[in-house]
Antibody, heavy 126, light 106 residues
Framework: EVQLVESGGDLVQPGRSLRLSCAAS????????MHWVRQRPGKGLEWVSG????????GYADSVKGRFTISRDNALNKLFLQMKGLRTEDMGFYYC???????????????????WGQGTLVSVSS | SYELTQAPSVSVSPGQTATITCSGD??????ASWYQQKPGQSPVLVIY???KRPSGIPQRFSGSNSGNTATLTISGTQALDEADYCC?????????FGPGTKVTVL
């Protein structure tokens, strides 16, 4: 059974740092791209960052670029999000999610985010 | 930056068809995915690559995508389908989500 379990969410003051973790199990972790998606209170989903299987390709939303760093440890089956300079607008649930692809003849197409963790809550307040 | 728009809410009677649309510039040239999210729960993928259903998703969920609009259709809507539905597409390596549509089954 595929499981994604986030941890590390906490209440922090603006400007502080936080590191989120996602423990993956039930699948071959280094076969998949992984992402962080957040949801502010009462709002929709917002993609934060993504990383491919071997960390060679990484992307960030403009809203977090330069402040957040995504990484993974395939030996430990873990995904991380280092967050620095936190702002009140960074508050919300942070979900770890897996992206699956269909590949044929050298072309790959995303099958979307097929598994999600339960989320970890980040609160930013003075 | 690329944007997706959705109507805030849709109401449907049990057994009827719910149609949820997602609009974006030339969205039909990209693949669209749809996610269902119930209160207090994590999102669930219900449609990917415009019209494909993941394993375990009921056949009453279907999708299409053409021009500037992707559509999620729920046929024979059931009370348990009441949820927020959000579309998603890719733009230059970043995932873009629509704001979501709340489907109410009256």
């Amino acid at each position: 059974e595929v499981q994604l379990v986030e941890s590390g969410g906490d209440l922090v003051q603006p400007g502080r740092s936080l590191r989120l973790s996602c423990a993956a199990s039930g699948f071959i972790f280094d076969d998949y791209a992984m992402h962080w998606v957040r949801q502010r209170p009462g709002k929709g989903l917002e993609w934060v960052s993504g990383i491919n299987w071997n960390s060679a390709s990484i992307g960030y939303a403009d809203s977090v670029k330069g402040r957040f760093t995504i990484s993974r440890d395939n030996a430990l089956n873990k995904l991380f999000l280092q967050m620095k300079g936190l702002r009140t607008e960074d508050m919300g649930f942070y979900y770890c999610t897996r992206e699956t692809f269909d590949c044929s003849g050298g072309d790959c197409y995303s099958r979307g985010f097929d598994y999600w963790g339960q989320g970890t809550l980040v609160s930013v307040s003075s | 930056s690329y944007e997706l728009t959705q109507a805030p809410s849709v109401s449907v009677s049990p057994g009827q068809t719910a149609t949820i649309t997602c609009s974006g510039d030339k969205l039909g040239e990209r693949h669209a995915s749809w996610y269902q999210q119930k209160p207090g729960q994590s999102p669930v993928l219900v449609i990917y690559q415009d019209n494909k259903r993941p394993s375990g998703i009921p056949q009453r969920f279907s999708g299409s995508n053409s021009g500037n609009t992707a559509t999620l259709t729920i046929s024979g809507t059931q009370a348990l389908d009441e949820a927020d539905y959000c579309c998603q597409a890719w733009d230059h390596g970043t995932a873009v989500f629509g704001p979501g549509t709340k489907v109410t089954v009256l």
